[in-house]
């Protein structure tokens, strides 16, 4: 079984570009989540998606952070205009709808912001 | 704020040795789950515990939970290099959303 694909590996941009990060998550999985990670802290939860529709974006930044899971597989998050403070690792994650407890991560993409 | 927070920050061992890490959480749960995060790596899913259950094993893994203190705690015995990670608890509290601390850094020295 295929893992959790993600892409860009490393993206390095200006403050005030934009950026989008791509994730394809394991086949069959309904439930996807982004996390945002930075240096030294866990991941924080951005948004979750039920196949494609927003179960809880409470925690994304909706003034710059923007995120869509149009077929209801691969995802896109967007970060339009960057901050310095958005320098992070960005982690997508999937679960399956016959074992919802258990999340399977992405290698994630980590973002650095100059 | 509902996630677990994990003791000690960092933890340095001999190989071979034993590894405790403790995690603590303030409100009830479902289950608390156990993640490994090597560096530049995502998450991977270690072992899950039901707050029924009182201990798991899994191959060198034991996780234990103690639902009335509110507390968890994971070893890793016969410690190996490839153990050095990051190791984060999650407390799942009833729905399908994991809250991360700030995670145990574990060395184990050759």
């Known amino acids: 079984e295929a893992g959790v694909a993600q892409s860009p590996r490393y993206k390095i941009i200006e403050k005030r570009q934009s950026v989008a990060f791509w994730c394809n998550p394991i086949s069959g999985h309904a439930t996807l989540y982004w996390y945002q990670q930075i240096l030294g802290q866990g991941p924080k939860l951005l948004i979750q998606f039920q196949n494609n529709g927003v179960v809880d974006d409470s925690q994304l930044p909706k003034d710059r952070f923007s995120a869509e899971r149009l077929k209801g597989v691969d995802s896109t998050l967007k970060i339009q205009p960057a901050k310095l403070e958005d320098s992070a690792v960005y982690l997508c994650a999937s679960s399956s709808p016959l074992n919802t407890d258990t999340q399977y991560f992405g290698p994630g993409t980590r973002l650095t912001v100059l | 704020s509902q996630q677990g927070e994990e003791d000690p920050q960092a933890l340095s061992i001999q190989e071979g040795e034993n590894a405790t890490m403790n995690c603590s959480y303030k409100?009830?749960?479902?289950?608390l789950q156990w993640y490994r995060q090597n560096s530049g790596r995502g998450l991977v899913h270690l072992i899950l515990?039901?707050?029924?259950?009182r201990e798991k094993h899994s191959g060198r893994l034991r996780v234990t939970l103690d639902t009335s203190k509110k507390s968890s705690s994971l070893l890793i015995t016969a410690s190996r290099a490839a153990d050095t990670a990051s190791y984060f608890c999650a407390p799942n509290f009833g729905n399908e959303k994991l809250t991360f601390g700030t995670g145990t850094r574990l060395t184990i020295i050759p």
């Open positions: 515990i039901r707050s029924n259950e």
């Open positions: 409100t009830s749960i479902n289950n």
